[in-house]
């Protein structure tokens, strides 16, 4: 779009609200973050009612994998709606992908368990998760570039930081209803079929977003696009089959986006899931200490963004980054200290250990349900300590047999591939797991956090400071994404790695650190991932990612 001499036209203002532009899209935003989280909130009561069928670790991360579902459809959702809104407009897009996600919410509160239906429960279910990742996909984008094409220059990365804050705001609105469910119900009734009622109420905040979202007029660079009959006509082409742009597409991917990702999914998720598996906090006291660090968190979406428009977007996402990949092992050890006492002092004064053939030792996770892991002595020993969430390191041995060492006291297991013998029951177990369990609780390892030693004031600063690392990568993203790409292909160029890069890199997170960490028997181990995604990105980010926010973006 230019004038007479060749330099860009800016676009002539929608008549909107500033206010109105942000409220509608935040909100409408923040209602498909709240039905996609869900899932990830009650992952652990899922598990129980749809993947019953398998052994209790195995059912966990299959909860996690289908989690896990709805992120890895992102990017086709992405590609299907960014395209769609790059031909016929942001506005109506993302009607179509709100509509989708509330559907597929409610059904999740209608669907029969396990126990009920059988296998078709759980391919149910995922089939829903892939319909709310699609959704997903259109989502964002369609957002964030309907909200920058309507901010004044100057101004667009606190403009778009409000879509930023809907994330968290989606997942502190479905922490809270959680919560409030839980503590009318309890929490048995909440495991039972409580835990339906956060799922079935999103139809009404379904009604209340659309409603909001048809007051809205269409963009004001789009409608002048379609004006001037500079609309892309082919968008996919355009965006990913011309080096110009996908080479942006990919410094965007590595060099800002995957890092922003897996500090997200770090800081809101994983920490999340580590203070209910890891260290045996009771679900609602987590979800209460992660909803007050989001809360205090929140805010500073607004500052960083507002900053970029100041200093830049890349410094402050790749400090964030830096930030992260620096912090996150003691942060993680501090935060089992201050949840778990117990477990700290228990793994400081007798640190249990496996020693076993290593050829007699089954990988922790069984992707389709049969292995019960009772077959080698090895396997009985690291199952038993998975179920309890016991960390553990392994050392090799040559014999059959395994034994657990807790601190100066060690326990031998035989293979129950021999047979009933002496210190066997009828089904070849070895009772010494009795003994084994008598040794643990000798040695203080606790069967859950005791509430009254949590110390939640340092439990909630160390998670604010995981959030406040999310603050500072995501607050700016959307800025910098819009900016990167012309606004024929904006859309498109923009959701691709985007959703990639949270799709794929974020919401594997929580699925594949919890494999490492089953793998392994530390429980810290599976920060290695979003560590050296992080750290890739600050490499590649410092040597490609341009600065974008002095660019127009009318062009």
Request: net charge positive; with cysteine; aromatic share 12%.
């Amino acid at each position: 779009m230019t004038d007479g001499a060749g330099a860009a036209t800016p676009p002539v203002g929608s008549g909107q609200s500033e206010r109105k532009v942000i409220l509608a899209s935040s909100l409408g935003t923040v209602f498909e973050w709240y039905d996609f989280y869900l899932y990830g909130l009650l992952a652990t009561i899922i598990s129980a009612q749809f993947f019953s069928g398998v052994n209790e670790t195995t059912g966990f991360i299959f909860a996690l994998a289908a989690f896990a579902a709805g992120f890895a459809v992102r990017p086709f959702g992405a590609l299907v709606f960014g395209r769609i809104g790059d031909l016929v407009g942001r506005k109506n897009t993302f009607l179509v992908t709100m509509g989708l996600m509330g559907a597929s919410t409610f059904l999740v509160g209608v669907l029969p368990s396990y126990a009920t239906i059988g296998v078709a429960a759980p391919v149910l279910l995922v089939l829903l998760r892939l319909v709310q990742g699609l959704a997903l996909g259109g989502e964002y984008g369609g957002a964030a570039t309907y909200v920058a094409e309507h901010a004044p220059e100057g101004k667009r990365g606190l403009f778009t930081s409000f879509i930023q804050t809907t994330a968290t705001l989606g997942l502190f609105a479905a922490l809270l209803v959680v919560i409030a469910t839980r503590s009318l119900l309890g929490e048995e009734v909440f495991a039972d079929w409580g835990w339906r009622i956060p799922f079935l109420i999103s139809v009404i905040l379904l009604g209340v977003s659309l409603w909001i979202r048809l007051q809205l007029e269409e963009s004001p660079v789009f409608k002048q696009m379609k004006e001037e009959g500079t609309t892309s006509k082919a968008p996919l082409t355009e965006a990913f089959g011309r080096w110009v742009n996908l080479k942006w597409v990919i410094v965007a991917l590595v060099g800002a986006v995957a890092g922003q990702a897996v500090v997200w999914y770090t800081g809101q998720f994983y920490a999340l899931f580590f203070l209910e598996k890891m260290l045996k906090v009771d679900g609602a006291t987590a979800n209460i200490l992660i909803a007050v660090a989001l809360a205090l968190g929140t805010p500073f979406f607004i500052l960083f963004g507002w900053l970029s428009d100041r200093v830049g977007r890349k410094p402050i996402i790749l400090a964030g980054c830096a930030l992260a990949a620096l912090t996150y092992f003691p942060a993680f050890q501090m935060l089992t200290s201050a949840a778990n006492p117990a477990l700290a002092q228990a793994q400081a004064r007798a640190p249990v250990t496996v020693i076993a053939n290593p050829a007699a030792c089954s990988f922790q996770f069984d992707p389709v349900g049969k292995n019960k892991f009772d077959q080698t002595a090895c396997d009985v020993a690291k199952s038993y300590l998975a179920k309890a969430g016991i960390p553990y390191v392994s050392q090799g041995a040559a014999n059959d047999r395994a034994a657990v060492v807790i601190g100066e006291a060690r326990i031998t297991i035989s293979s129950p591939q021999g047979g009933v013998g002496p210190g066997m029951n009828a089904a070849g177990i070895p009772y010494r797991l009795t003994e084994l369990q008598a040794a643990l609780e000798a040695a203080g390892y606790p069967a859950k956090a005791d509430p009254a030693r949590i110390n939640k004031p340092l439990v909630v600063a160390i998670l604010f400071w995981l959030v406040l690392l999310v603050t500072m990568v995501y607050g700016p993203i959307a800025a910098l994404l819009v900016e990167l790409f012309p606004s024929r292909i904006r859309y498109t160029a923009m959701s691709l790695p985007y959703h990639i890069g949270n799709g794929w890199f974020g919401g594997f997170l929580p699925t594949t650190a919890f494999a490492m960490v089953a793998a392994t028997g530390n429980i810290y181990y599976g920060l290695w991932y979003p560590v050296v995604v992080a750290v890739i990105t600050v490499i590649a980010g410092l040597l490609f990612l341009p600065e974008t926010f002095r660019r127009p973006i009318h062009q």
